[in-house]
Nanobody, 117 residues
Framework: QVQLVESGGGLVQAGGSLRLSCAAS????????MGWFRQAPGKTREFLAA????????LYAASVKGRFTISRDTAKSTIYLQMNSLKPEDTAVYYC??????????WGQGTQVTVSS
């Protein structure tokens, strides 16, 4: 099992920045990749970014590419999401995802990000 704890959400004005963190514990040695998703009220969960644990290659959704940056600290089993130029439409609950080498997914509890106009 893997446990994920997100932090860093909050209220920010449009144009501002936030950095989310997600700390993984448990069987983290089995990590294939970790990533971030979000879900706004009334909408489906949306992929944002992912990073390979081995090598660190990353992938972004078009909606956030150029504004959001995913990074990892393998020693701390932690990933980050630096979010810049935030927009009101970025308001959502942000979830951390851990995918192991068997392509099983684990999820964090989510952290609220609210961007005011």
């Amino acid at each position: 099992q893997v446990q994920l704890v997100e932090s860093g959400g909050g209220l920010v004005q449009a144009g501002g920045s936030l950095r989310l963190s997600c700390a993984a514990s448990g069987r983290t040695f089995s990590s294939y990749a970790m990533g971030w998703f979000r879900q706004a009220p009334g909408k489906t969960r949306e992929f944002l970014a992912a990073i390979r644990w081995d090598g660190g290659s990353s992938l972004y959704a078009a909606s956030v590419k150029g504004r959001f940056t995913i990074s990892r600290d393998t020693a701390k089993s932690t990933i980050y999401l630096q979010m810049n130029s935030l927009k009101p439409e970025d308001t959502a609950v942000y979830y951390c995802n851990f995918r192991n080498n068997y392509y099983k997914d684990f999820w964090g509890q989510g952290t609220q990000v609210t961007v005011s106009s």
